[in-house]
């Protein structure tokens, strides 16, 4: 194993680490002495544990063993491994922390049971790991028979509430279904990242000139495709470029505004991306010293001009 790989190891369970810690406050300050749920493996040991006098840690090992056994035939195998390891670690935390509640406000324990939970599981799942093993029951099941994961969650939880609803009561059910959409919430942030990025694909006449535009207003890089053909509501188009580029959500009307500039007949696709990694996207293009956009531009803006007098 190189230093590197080791360096990497290292952080990752440091930060693995620092989940446990925000997941295990939220669920001993905050969730469990009110009874609240969240979602998924967590929320079947907290409603076992307001009917058995049972340690919560143990619930916790015991409800997961199922889950990790579907990922050791689902998953790689290392993520299993750091799952159980952060599994284990979240179960001896809830033990062994002395945390007093902070408040008996429902609304504040179900607003940040569900943040400081959602940022536990959201650190670990984006190092390699899992607190909670409904999402590795989601990725067999899909596995299996194609259905989406989202929807396999979905339903996982609306039974855990219901059945909730039935045992405890109506009231703590729903202070559960919040805490659940605002974990869930968090765990998508901490995921994904606070930066929205949109991808934007581009088909126009005037390609070059939308290009300049990006490049110049944006700072953005992009990439051109060449279309081999298509078919419009102009008939058949051969030999045309397709431009690819991923912007801030932030600037995504910008980007609309310059192509209508340009071109009002260009045809646009926007879709969601949720990771960006290389590229100019974080480290915008230097549109005052760069000499080879300067180059760039000059010779789009000569070759629109030859077209012109043509």
Not at 2 to 24: C, D, H, M, P, W
């Amino acid at each position: 194993m190189t230093k590197n790989r080791i360096v990497s190891n290292f952080y990752e369970f440091i930060q693995i680490f620092f989940g446990i810690i925000l997941a295990s406050i939220g669920l001993k300050t905050f969730l469990l002495p009110n009874g609240f749920l969240d979602g998924g493996v967590t929320g079947i040991a907290i409603l076992v544990k307001t009917q058995v006098d049972i340690s919560m840690s143990i619930l916790l090992v015991l409800f997961s063993i199922p889950f990790l056994i579907l990922g050791y035939f689902t998953v790689s195998k290392r993520i299993v491994v750091k799952s159980i390891i952060s599994i284990l670690g979240l179960a001896l935390f809830i033990h062994f922390e002395n945390f007093q509640t902070v408040t008996d406000d429902k609304l504040l324990i179900s607003i940040f049971g569900g943040l400081l939970v959602g940022s536990g599981i959201g650190i670990a799942i984006r190092n390699g790991s899992v607190l909670d093993g409904s999402e590795i029951l989601g990725v067999y099941l899909n596995d299996r028979f194609g259905i989406s994961i989202g929807k396999i969650i979905l339903v996982f939880n609306i039974v855990l509430f219901s059945i909730t609803a039935f045992v405890i009561s109506t009231e703590v059910a729903l202070y559960s279904i919040l805490t659940y959409i605002i974990a869930s919430k968090v765990t998508d942030t901490v995921i994904e990242g606070f930066e929205d990025f949109i991808g934007v694909t581009i088909v126009s006449k005037k390609n070059d000139l939308i290009k300049i535009a990006i490049l110049e207003e944006l700072g953005t890089g992009l990439t051109v495709y060449k279309g081999a053909s298509g078919f419009g509501s102009k008939g058949e188009a051969e030999d045309f470029e397709i431009i690819h580029s991923i912007v801030n959500r932030i600037d995504i009307k910008k980007m609309y505004r310059l192509i209508n500039d340009i071109d009002t007949q260009a045809f646009i696709v926007e879709f969601d991306v949720n990771s960006v990694k290389g590229g100019v996207l974080r480290h915008y293009i230097d549109k005052k010293k760069n000499k080879k956009l300067e180059t760039f531009k000059a010779s789009v803006l000569a070759k629109n001009n030859k077209e012109d007098s043509l």
